[in-house]
């Protein structure tokens, strides 16, 4: 049974730092995290391709988040800085075989983890 379990949600200032974890059971070649928030469309935040590392960000996170992988805990992070209030969101990490390179959907996805930053 695949399971995709996030971590590392809470509250923070404007200007702070969170860091998500997304423990995976099984592994992916392509990773991301999405965020959603209330009245507004599911936006992708961040991937990366598990084989080789390749990342992408959307423009509103650039320089800010950072993704990354860790093999041996089988975890994918979200490492957030500069946290803004427009930033509050539940926070979604996703997992495929193919989406990298078919630009399709993500197939798992995990329960969510909240994040709420407060100006």
């Known amino acids: 049974q695949v399971q995709l379990v996030e971590s590392g949600g809470g509250s923070v200032q404007a200007g702070g730092s969170l860091r998500l974890s997304c423990a995976r059971s099984?592994?992916?070649?392509?990773m991301a995290w999405f965020r959603q928030a209330p009245g507004k469309d599911r936006e992708e935040v961040a991937r990366?391709?598990?084989?080789?590392?390749?990342?992408s960000y959307a423009d509103s996170v650039k320089g800010r988040f950072t993704i990354s992988q860790s093999y041996g805990e089988n975890t994918v992070e979200l490492q957030m800085n500069s946290l803004k209030p427009e930033d509050t969101a539940m926070y979604y990490c996703?997992?495929?075989?193919?989406?990298?390179?078919?630009?399709?959907?993500?197939?798992?996805w995990g329960q969510g983890t909240q994040v709420t930053v407060s100006s």
């Open positions: 996703a997992a495929d075989f193919t989406a990298c390179l078919s630009g399709g959907p993500f197939t798992y």
């Open positions: 099984t592994y992916f070649n392509c």
């Open positions: 990366i391709w598990s084989s080789g590392g390749r990342t």
